[in-house]
């Protein structure tokens, strides 16, 4: 549901969970992390995979993952890669709504849900991740939520300019310069990764890269389809998914 008739879509945003912007964050260059105080976080069940839905502008909707969910306090944090940043001409509506949350502000997050086929599981073992600069909060809050519970290995593409802070907001996992063709940097590691032994994979982000890596990753460690789990994050071309 990227966009609806403004009447419509308020209809929505009206019935999601009223939230405050505590504070913003700039990491890097294009990685902004929003943090967000919600009384109706509290008691929640929660854990990583699941996202949520923002009203960006009058008709369009986008949605996003916390990279952290607090169920007591009420308080969670998503972390936002701004690609607008990279690319000459108009800021897209996700980033520009972005830019307009203060300190303060009010906004309304619609649904906190994983799908069945992308949810969280702690399976003993190695996990493998691979993903994009929009999927950094997501492995961000797979690494802390597994914890002991399994190791984390894989591939992230980011831009060059934001490698050093996310290495270190991804310990285990390489994070690689991204070029102009996304998913080529990505692609190009799986292809050359070294034989390990992997219990179950998650793979998201761009959606093109997304199809061929599960091809690739269920060759390289000889997993079966069912415990390699996808989804798209943004297709080129198309505004939201
Ligand atoms: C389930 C789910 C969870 C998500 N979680 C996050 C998250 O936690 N953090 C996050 O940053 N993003 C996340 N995304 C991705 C984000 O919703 C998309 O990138 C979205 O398209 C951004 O909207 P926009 O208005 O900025 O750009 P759009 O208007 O949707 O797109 C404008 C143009 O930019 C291109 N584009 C969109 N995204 C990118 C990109 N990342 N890099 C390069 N070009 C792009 C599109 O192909 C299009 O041509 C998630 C998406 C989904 C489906």
């Known amino acids: 549901m990227p966009s609806l008739p403004a009447p419509l879509a308020r209809m929505i945003e009206v019935r999601g969970m009223p939230c405050t912007v505590t504070g913003t964050e700039d990491l890097s260059p294009s990685f902004r992390r929003v943090h967000l105080a919600c009384e109706r976080l509290k ?12 009203l960006v502008s009058p008709t369009a909707f986008r949605r996003y993952t ?7 306090t009420g308080r969670m944090s998503i972390l936002f890669h701004r690609h607008s940043t990279l690319v000459p001409g108009p800021t897209s509506p996700g980033d520009a709504w972005l830019d307009s ?23 003993p073992g190695t996990t ?6 929009t999927t950094v909060g997501l492995w961000y809050s797979m690494i802390h939520w597994l914890g002991d519970r399994a190791r984390v290995c894989g591939v992230v593409e980011v831009p060059a300019q934001d490698v050093p802070v996310v290495r270190g907001l991804l310990p285990g996992v390489q994070v690689v310069a991204q070029s102009a063709q996304p ?7 799986l292809g050359d990764a070294p034989p390990r032994e992997v219990t ?8 093109q890269t997304v199809q061929r890596a599960r091809n690739v990753v269920r ?3 000889d997993l079966h389809r ?7 994050y943004w297709a080129t071309g198309k505004a939201g998914l």
């Open 66 to 72: 916390p990279d952290a969910v607090d169920t007591v």
């Open 219 to 221: 060759t390289r460690y």
């Open 200 to 207: 179950q994979a998650y793979l998201a982000g761009h959606g």
């Open 183 to 189: 998913g080529e940097a990505v692609l190009s590691w």
């Open 226 to 232: 069912s415990v390699i789990h996808t989804q798209p």
């Open 128 to 133: 493998l991740v691979c993903g994009d600069a």
């Open 43 to 54: 008691g929640r069940e929660w854990a990583p995979c699941q996202v949520t839905t923002f």
């Open 101 to 123: 949350l203060t300190a303060g502000a009010p906004v309304s997050a619609m649904g906190l849900e994983a799908t069945r086929s992308f949810r969280a599981r702690a399976e």
